[in-house]
Every structure is written in structure tokens, then in C-alpha cells.
């Protein structure tokens, strides 16, 4: 319901403000807290990467907050992220400024007060008044004399605007070039149509991204979507893992191996395969693939048009997903490259277990009524039958999902756990946590269980990390050598 009528968001904004923090005693979770669990003392290792992931996001990034037009210059608005309380408001210039909500004097809330003078917000308890640069320019309830003017200050977080998205500066380093963080999309000109919506998951940040080309996807969690019964797209099945690049330190290119696996001598993939375990074929029934005939028509002439397939969504850098296929970005993207337009999702981590998801669906267009047409299609159609009814699936399994459980990994979720060491060995955070000398013994060769059981089970799937089996791998910039085995580390292969 979110892409239009907006329930769902509205009632959960609310309940994160009503949750608020106050009183006398400290929020259960501290949002300066940095992974998951306690790190262990020194000279122990890690018993379990998870233990390393940041419970509340990565902080060193920029973020995307909000919808510029939701901030108003008469009053701020409370917005929680990364699991710290913010006020918005207006900057003179009418740009968007960001301030910590809890004000520095005695700790009130700053969004309950007002923005009496332009480029400032009143603190509603006893009058301080802060800028953009989180200087208190007036002490309202002191007069014109007080002390506390120019020597009171309250956290200020650098942000920026593009596209009508407001960009946070989380970290508390200097910030980064904003390029680094955000799809270029949002840099280009207004010849490049920026598409937005968001929504709430009632999931942690990692686990709203960990299931991106999961081999669940479409086929099975997916397989009631609308997306899904109109058209059999969909990764086959498969039992060995893919392959990935590492981009930077920056992104991981997820490059699927290995989807002819179940073909018979012509190439063709069976509908339905027997599984002998449950004596019983999947899928159940054959009414889905009569409905993909009724629909082939309209993708084969329309959705799928030989015009349309020789586009392509042209990107610069392969870390931004140069030739069509997926990857992730840190801090939390998502991005796969559909030839005529960019889909990217984020996942915001609002508190422990709930995370912001937003929506970017790119495209380009010389022309005026062109984005007047994309706009309606986007609104009326294409924002819920792709990000609320095909995404949501997403978040009906992965929301319920326990991470704090024990695993037993299978071959197929070998690109994950490149996904957890990118963000545990080399993020921003993760390499400013090293430099401070609070890197766990062996934090860089942790295995577990399931990574054992995940290697041992590629290797029986006939993907011996020391072979080099690319024969169907998809040709990429940089050459097939320099494409990595999903593995966790060499002493796991042991």
C-alpha cells in the first residue's frame, strides 16, 4: 500500500516518535556501540563474524535521510537514524541542516521546539537556539546577555541535497567525497530522472540486504508477486555458489556461475525438477507456466522489446555496475543494472530491528514529456508492482529471520559471507576500528561452522576453490582473473 497510500509508513513514523527517548535512565541499545556483540578482550579471537557487524550501520558513509520536502521552515522535524535521534530544519538559504535532537543544556528535545528565526531551531525547554553549524546563537529565557551564546554547542551533521534527497554525513571523521557513497545517478543532470519512494522492514540492516541474489529469489519467495506470475525471469536453480569482485573496498560485482546446471543436452532448464527427499516435484503445479504464455506476448513486444534490449543503462565505473548484472555498495546499497534504467535499494538502519528501505529507480531522457510519462507510470503502476508487491516479499521472509542463531551455510551463500568480510575487514569502519588498535586477534581469518560447512559443500557442488571452473562465468571489465572464489579464508579450506 505504501506506493501510493502511505499507511503503513505513517503509523510506523509515528511509533518511532512516540518511542522517543527520555527520562532517567539510557536507551536499551547505544548507538555508538559498534557491532553486534561485545568485541571479545584482547588476545581472543572471534568466534563468529557476525559478531563484528555493526548492529546499528556502518558509520563512516553518507546516508540518505529523508525527502528534502518534508523538512519545513517553521518547525523540525524528528527523524531517527542509525539509531540516533536527529532534528531537520532550514538553513537561511533554505537549504536542509541536521542537528542531534538531544540539546546539549539539559538534554530536551529539540524537534518539539520551533524555528522562531530563519536558520535557527529553538530548544522548547528554555529557549536555546542553535544554527546549522549547531552554534547557540540565543539563549531566549536568559536575554541577549547570556553566556551560553556562542559557547553552548549542540552535534551538527553535514548534509547535502540531490535529486530531492537529503544525504547525512553519520561518521565522526571528516567526511568522505559524497561521490564515494551515493549512485552517481544523483550527480548528473536533470536529463537523468531520479525515481524515489521508501518504506519501513521490520528487519535489522544486515539481513534487508544479505538476501541480494539469494537463489530463493523469484522462483520461491517471490513466486505470488505479480512481477513473478507474468513472467518466468528468474535466477535457475542451482547448487554451487556464485563468484564476486572486489571493487575499491568499496563493492562486491556478484557474478551467478553455473545457471545452465540442471539444462538437459539442448540447454533447455525442466519447468519442474523431482525431489526425491519429498518423493514431489517443485514447483506443485503447471498453472504458472500457462499464465507465462497468456503474458509472453505483452514482454516479448513491450516489456521486453528488441528495441529496448539494445539500450543500455550506460555507468562509468564498474563500482557503480558497469554492464548489466547486481552488486552491492557500501554502506548498504543494493544496485542491479536493467539495460534501460538503475535499480537501487538501501536499507537504512532506523534501530536494531527496523531498517529504512529506499527506493531509486533511474533513467534517462532528453526529453520533457518523456519524464512526465515515466513519472505517471512510475506512480500508478511500475513504484508498487516492482518495490511494494515484488520487493515485499522480501521482507515477509527476511524480517522474521533470527541472526543470532547458529547457521549451517550451503554453497549458495558463499556471497555473503564475502559481503560480511567487506563490511567487517574493510569498511571505513572496520579499518578506523584496526587503526585504533581494536582489531580481535585473527579478526581477519575467522571461521565458523557454517563457513566450513559452506566451503565443503561448494567443493562437493564441484567448485574447488584451487580450480578455476569460469566457463560460463559473464565476461566483465577487469578480466575473469581477477574475479575472487567466495571463500572465507584459506584456513577454511582446510
Sequence with gaps: MGANIRFHEWRTERRIRAAATRGIRPPATNPLEETLNPLPADGETVKDRRQLVPALGLREYWWPALPSRKVSTKRPLYWKMLGEELAFFRNVDGTVAAVSDICPHRGASISQGKSFYPGTVSCPYHGATFDGTGTC?????EGPASKMVNDLRVRAYPTQEFKGWVFVWMGREKPAPIEQD?????LEPNTTLVLTTYTYWRSSWILAIEN????????YAHRNSVMQ???PRFRARTPVGPRAKLIEDRALVILNLNQK?????????????HYEGVDGVWPLHKWRKWLWAMCRPWYKYVVWRPSRLNKTFEVE????GKGRGSSWHLPSIVRRNFNTYMFSRWAVPVDPELSRIVYMHARRTNHAATRVALKLWWRLYYNWWNYYNFSGADDKVASPSRYWTPES??????????LRRLITERSRDAKLRFARGQKPENANKVTTAAEHDGVDRQIKAGMNPHEEL??????????RESAVPMFISESAQK
Design 182 to 186: 551515493i549512485p552517481p545517478e544523483f
Design 229 to 231: 506470475l507474468m513472467s
Design 317 to 320: 565505473t564498474e563500482e557503480w
Design 212 to 219: 541480494q541474489d539469494d537463489p530463493h529469489n523469484a522462483l
Design 409 to 418: 551455510l550451503s554453497a549458495t551463500d558463499s556471497h555473503l559471507v564475502m
Design 470 to 479: 569460469l566457463d560460463d562465468m559473464p565476461t566483465f571489465e577487469g578480466g
Design 137 to 141: 546563537k540565543a539563549f531566549i529565557t
Design 261 to 273: 546446471f540442471y539444462a538437459d543436452e539442448n540447454g533447455k532448464l525442466p519447468y519442474q525438477m
